[in-house]
């Protein structure tokens, strides 16, 4: 296989284009076209694996890591059924996420060790062999094999030259077409069991029908998300499941005055949550990076990551807390005592509310609402302000505190902490420990990573390694091999 790796300048100062060219990738493998105008049954892979002695593997979840999965499944083991069965739309996240231009992975950790640090559950767990087999460029490599050019922009996040998530959906849907993968939609396994024979055996609900189809599997994948059907499965075939809870989430603050800056962007701040259900010191409780304010409170990437690393300190707290902002992380207070002091002198004769220290680098607006915060009249001139007044205002800027009374939602990126634990799978093979040929992958997991692409790529990770993987039981099957 002769392959070549490379990033090319985009003509963009912030990006960067990942571009892939290969002599193979993959073996070919050639599919018999029905004929154009022949009637099939809706459920035509499940009824010719059920009636034929070909294996089935059924992928619950029509998300991110079930047609990732499916897809390297078939690509492994080209006579292998395989059916997607999704309540909903399929790819539905893929649509929203990164509003609307999906964020495919991230592009600036390279090194595991690095990259498993950005999964509040499954730091730990993810430094072995997951992104090892399949991480980031193997990711981006796939998808740039597959026609989808992509960009690495500034911050890490990867995204398509397009900036449209449709670029993403249609390069899957096209090798789920194209590998011979049966998706199936508004349909629901409502119950799993386990035969004597060791198969599956699927209780399949149709949405527009009280009819209930039984369906005999040799594979069994359950890429649900966080839906409370894939938990009711895992749990059918003897898992437990840790409580989920939300992730990923802005910050409501009860601050009139915060809500006329909606709209204010900062780009560096330092973000620390105290919570009274927390005593002892916890580091990533305390976050640097961008901030948001919205008109009913707080987001931004730093937010979104404190949010991630205190979800269950938060839902334990009610989401009630306390929210210390440094607005300048970069000028230490004994600095900004004497930006303040060197400006009072310089602009004496000039109102306090038409001269912000250029040092420290935010809007007019928040400056506003520093003044009016402590009392303070922009009116009255530099010379006026006494240096108890100076002290307040660095006191503002360096440990400004906010009442967090309650959480919000990150539509594009919502995520749940909670779900199967990784204790009871392989994650060289993303094998349930409990039950033979059942694996998971995705959201399903109790596996969540900060915004930023890395939810994706536990998706992309978890269903490459469980595809192939049955892929290749499939293949030794067939073969004889077992």
Same mark, same amino acid.
């Given at each position: 296989?002769?392959?070549?790796?490379?990033?090319?300048?985009?003509?963009?100062?912030?990006?960067?284009?990942?571009?892939?060219?290969?002599?193979?990738?993959?073996?070919?493998?050639?599919?018999?076209?029905?004929?154009?105008?022949?009637?099939?049954?809706?459920?035509?892979?499940?009824?010719?694996?059920?009636?034929?002695?070909?294996?089935?593997?059924?992928?619950?979840?029509?998300?991110?890591?079930?047609?990732?999965?499916?897809?390297?499944?078939?690509?492994?083991?080209?006579?292998?059924?395989?059916?997607?069965?999704?309540?909903?739309?399929?790819?539905?996240?893929?649509?929203?996420?990164?509003?609307?231009?999906?964020?495919?992975?991230?592009?600036?950790?390279?090194?595991?060790?690095?990259?498993?640090?950005?999964?509040?559950?499954?730091?730990?767990?993810?430094?072995?062999?997951?992104?090892?087999?399949?991480?980031?460029?193997?990711?981006?490599?796939?998808?740039?094999?597959?026609?989808?050019?992509?960009?690495?922009?500034?911050?890490?996040?990867?995204?398509?030259?397009?900036?449209?998530?449709?670029?993403?959906?249609?390069?899957?849907?096209?090798?789920?077409?194209?590998?011979?993968?049966?998706?199936?939609?508004?349909?629901?396994? =409502?119950?799993?069991?386990?035969? $004597? !024979?060791? #198969?599956?055996? @699927?209780?399949?609900?149709?949405?527009?029908?009280? &009819? %209930? +189809?039984?369906?005999?599997?040799?594979?069994?994948?359950?890429?649900?998300?966080?839906?409370?059907?894939?938990?009711?499965?895992?749990?059918?075939?003897?898992?437990?499941?840790?409580?989920?809870?939300?992730?990923?989430?802005?910050?409501?603050?009860?601050?009139?005055?915060?809500?006329?800056?909606?709209?204010?962007?900062?780009?560096?701040?330092?973000?620390?949550?105290?919570?009274?259900?927390?005593?002892?010191?916890?580091?990533?409780?305390?976050?640097?990076?961008?901030?948001?304010?919205?008109?009913?409170?707080?987001?931004?990437?730093?937010?979104?990551?404190?949010?991630?690393?205190? =979800?269950?300190?938060?839902?334990? $707290? !009610?989401? #009630?807390?306390? @929210?210390?902002?440094?607005?300048?992380?970069?000028? &230490? %207070? +004994?600095?900004?005592?004497?930006?303040?002091?060197?400006?009072?002198?310089?602009?004496?004769?000039?109102?306090?509310?038409?001269?912000?220290?250029?040092?420290?680098?935010?809007?007019?607006?928040?400056?506003?609402?520093?003044?009016?915060?402590?009392?303070?009249?922009?009116?009255?001139?530099?010379?006026?302000?006494?240096?108890?007044?100076?002290?307040?205002?660095?006191?503002?800027?360096?440990?400004?505190?906010?009442?967090?009374?309650?959480?919000?939602?990150?539509?594009?990126?919502?995520?749940?902490?909670?779900?199967?634990?990784?204790?009871?799978?392989?994650?060289?093979?993303?094998?349930?420990?409990?039950?033979?040929?059942?694996?998971?992958?995705?959201?399903?997991?109790?596996?969540?990573?900060?915004?930023?692409?890395?939810?994706?790529?536990?998706?992309?990770?978890?269903?490459?390694?469980?595809?192939?993987?049955?892929?290749?039981?499939?293949?030794?099957?067939?073969?004889?091999?077992?």
């Amino acid at each position: 296989m002769a392959m070549r790796r490379c990033f090319v300048g985009s003509g963009q100062a912030n990006t960067s284009v990942f571009s892939l060219s290969f002599s193979s990738i993959l073996p070919t493998f050639h599919y018999k076209r029905t004929r154009p105008r022949e009637r099939r049954c809706t459920t035509h892979a499940i009824c010719h694996a059920t009636k034929s002695k070909e294996e089935l593997l059924v992928v619950v979840g029509g998300g991110a890591a079930g047609v990732y999965g499916a897809i390297h499944a078939k690509t492994v083991a080209p006579h292998l059924s395989v059916v997607v069965i999704e309540k909903g739309k399929p790819l539905s996240k893929v649509k929203v996420s990164g509003g609307g231009r999906c964020n495919v992975t991230n592009g600036h950790c390279v090194d595991n060790m690095i990259l498993a640090e950005n999964y509040p559950r499954g730091h730990k767990e993810l430094r072995g062999s997951f992104f090892n087999i399949h991480g980031p460029v193997d990711t981006m490599s796939w998808f740039a094999s597959h026609g989808v050019e992509l960009k690495v922009e500034d911050d890490g996040r990867v995204f398509p030259v397009s900036n449209s998530s449709s670029s993403i959906i249609d390069c899957l849907n096209s090798e789920v077409k194209q590998r011979g993968v049966s998706l199936q939609t508004r349909k629901t396994v =409502a119950a799993i069991s386990i035969l $004597s !024979s060791g #198969k599956f055996l @699927l209780e399949i609900q149709q949405h527009t029908s009280v &009819h %209930v +189809e039984r369906v005999e599997a040799d594979y069994l994948l359950i890429a649900s998300g966080s839906s409370r059907q894939g938990y009711t499965l895992a749990s059918q075939l003897g898992h437990s499941i840790v409580d989920p809870v939300p992730s990923l989430f802005t910050f409501k603050i009860e601050d009139l005055r915060l809500r006329e800056l909606s709209g204010v962007t900062f780009p560096k701040v330092k973000v620390r949550l105290k919570l009274d259900s927390v005593q002892r010191n916890i580091p990533k409780l305390t976050q640097v990076g961008p901030m948001l304010v919205t008109h009913w409170g707080l987001s931004g990437p730093a937010i979104l990551r404190l949010s991630a690393w205190g =979800a269950r300190f938060l839902f334990s $707290s !009610s989401y #009630k807390g306390q @929210l210390f902002v440094d607005f300048i992380p970069d000028l &230490h %207070v +004994e600095n900004l005592k004497s930006v303040l002091s060197h400006h009072k002198l310089q602009y004496a004769k000039q109102k306090v509310l038409n001269s912000c220290p250029p040092e420290f680098g935010i809007t007019k607006r928040f400056w506003s609402y520093v003044l009016e915060r402590q009392g303070l009249s922009g009116d009255v001139l530099w010379a006026s302000i006494s240096n108890s007044s100076l002290m307040s205002i660095g006191s503002v800027l360096k440990n400004c505190i906010f009442e967090v009374t309650g959480k919000g939602q990150f539509k594009d990126e919502f995520v749940t902490a909670g779900g199967v634990p990784l204790s009871e799978i392989s994650l060289n093979t993303m094998e349930s420990k409990v039950c033979t040929r059942l694996f998971f992958a995705g959201e399903i997991l109790n596996v969540d990573g900060v915004t930023g692409g890395f939810n994706f790529q536990n998706a992309w990770s978890g269903g490459f390694i469980a595809g192939t993987t049955i892929g290749r039981l499939a293949l030794g099957s067939c073969l004889g091999l077992k």
